[in-house]
């Protein structure tokens, strides 16, 4: 497809289990961003990679929470050892680079639901 | 610390109105200004979008409204119809190699036929 893919779309874990969200950016795309949206909020941001640079992870809310990108296209973002806190919409959007108008598109979201 | 703040929260309007939607900032260095529209499970998609150097942009049916100097900036949708029934989230893009957004709140709108 052209747009953002995101998977799995629902992903229930028990607390203490470690989780991996994938997502598939547009093709060239070279911005590559992880937002948390907790229910009835907006998007928070968590960390932006430029290729497979991260060059921003400063709304990671903890050390459980890690994101990659190997070779500057697909993107993981994984968290270890849930919370219930963990509990939201984790969305991936992606954008070119280059110029400040550039949007950012949305994939549809994964929504993580702990037990 | 909120730096995007969005009223109302939730906004009922009915057919052929206009339903009005404003954000307010507290960060200069922000450079760009989306409003996205969301279904529920579906992603955020971008509706309409400007620049901090232009007062007003209109696309169709939506107009956004700028004032630099009171930062803050406001989303108009004109003749609304049922099917702009959704939440609409201003944001704010901040200045720098990063370019990531800050998100308001978020509005649920109604839209009565």
């Known amino acids: 497809g052209a747009g953002v893919s995101q998977s799995p779309r629902y992903k229930v874990a028990k607390r203490g289990q470690d989780v991996a969200l994938r997502c598939d950016p547009i093709?060239?795309?070279?911005?590559l961003f992880w937002y948390q949206q907790a229910l009835g909020q907006g998007p928070e941001f968590l960390t932006y990679?430029?290729?497979?640079?991260?060059?921003?992870k400063s709304g990671l809310p903890s050390d459980r929470f890690f994101a990659e990108r190997p070779e500057g296209s697909v993107s993981t973002l994984k968290i270890q050892r849930t919370q219930q806190e963990d509990s939201a919409v984790y969305l991936c959007?992606?954008?070119?680079?280059?110029?400040?108008?550039?949007?950012?598109?949305f994939g549809d979201g994964t929504r993580l639901s702990i037990l | 610390q909120q730096q995007v703040k969005q009223s109302p929260q939730s906004l009922i309007v009915q057919k052929g109105g206009i339903s009005i939607i404003n954000c307010a900032y507290e960060?200069?260095?922000?450079?760009?200004f989306p409003w996205y529209q969301q279904f529920p499970g579906k992603g955020p998609a971008l509706l309409i979008a400007?620049?901090?150097?232009?007062s007003e942009k209109k696309e169709g049916r939506f107009t956004i409204s700028f004032n630099k100097s009171a930062k803050q900036f406001s989303l108009h949708i004109m003749d609304s119809q049922p099917g702009d029934s959704a939440t609409y989230f201003c944001?704010?893009?901040?200045?720098?190699?990063?370019?990531?957004?800050?998100f308001g709140q978020g509005t649920t709108l109604q839209v009565k036929p």
């Open positions: 990679f430029q290729n497979e640079a991260q060059l921003d």
């Open positions: 960060n200069t260095a922000f450079d760009y």
């Open positions: 093709s060239g795309h070279v911005s």
């Open positions: 400007i620049r901090p150097d232009v």
């Open positions: 944001a704010a893009r901040e200045s720098g190699n990063t370019g990531k957004l800050i």
């Open positions: 959007a992606s954008s070119q680079f280059g110029q400040v108008n550039q949007p950012q598109h």
